[in-house]
């Protein structure tokens, strides 16, 4: 599914704490993650919002962490076991046409992509493998990067994510980003 990758060695920076002050991942994560939920970090990169999701889904709950790259894989592991929510993540390393989730038909609470559209070339394709996962009423949450990702670029994304069944929520305001809450219909 990759279009444009984000290198490995990035993941440092983005799981960076000064990060926090601009993208609080409870701050946004809080309203749509809580106890015993599936939820999935699709680029999840080496966790910056894994790791929180999987505090906030509690012992019960499960994050279906998925990217293509092994390293950023093998380093979310770590950082998960150090953190000690190991237990409640599931990572995953996903290949170029697929999240390879499909053993999750209708069983995902919450999704998450953040930064991570823009890097696809199949987008539809890929909604249409995260609305397959989703609950019904199951949400999605998107945010792309500004000065990466142009405004008409996300509101074609967001259009697209409408076409192949999705309804918007909301749209949260996320530091530096364009970002959009989509519900399955």
């Not at 002050?21 to 946004?28: A, F, G, M, S, Y």
Request: with cysteine.
């Amino acid at each position: 599914m990759s279009n444009k990758l984000c290198p490995w060695w990035m993941g440092y920076m983005l799981a960076n704490p000064l990060r926090k002050i601009t993208q609080d991942p409870d701050k946004i994560l809080n309203a749509y993650v809580s106890q015993n939920m599936k939820v999935l970090d699709i680029g999840c990169a080496m966790g910056f919002f894994s790791l929180p999701m999987a505090r906030l889904v509690g012992d019960q709950g499960r994050v279906i962490c998925v990217d293509l790259q092994d390293r950023m894989i093998e380093n979310l592991v770590k950082k998960a076991k150090k953190s000690g929510v190991y237990h409640r993540i599931e990572a995953r390393t996903c290949s170029p046409d697929s999240l390879g989730i499909d053993d999750m038909k209708g069983a995902v609470d919450f999704a998450l992509a953040f930064a991570v559209i823009h890097e696809v070339k199949d987008k539809e394709r890929l909604f249409t493998e995260i609305i397959g996962v989703l609950k019904p009423g199951g949400k999605l949450m998107i945010a792309e990067p500004k000065g990466h990702v142009t405004e008409k670029d996300f509101r074609d994304t967001v259009m697209l994510a409408q076409r192949t069944g999705f309804s918007i929520a909301k749209w949260p305001n996320i530091g530096r980003s364009y970002s959009v809450l989509l519900i399955r219909q």
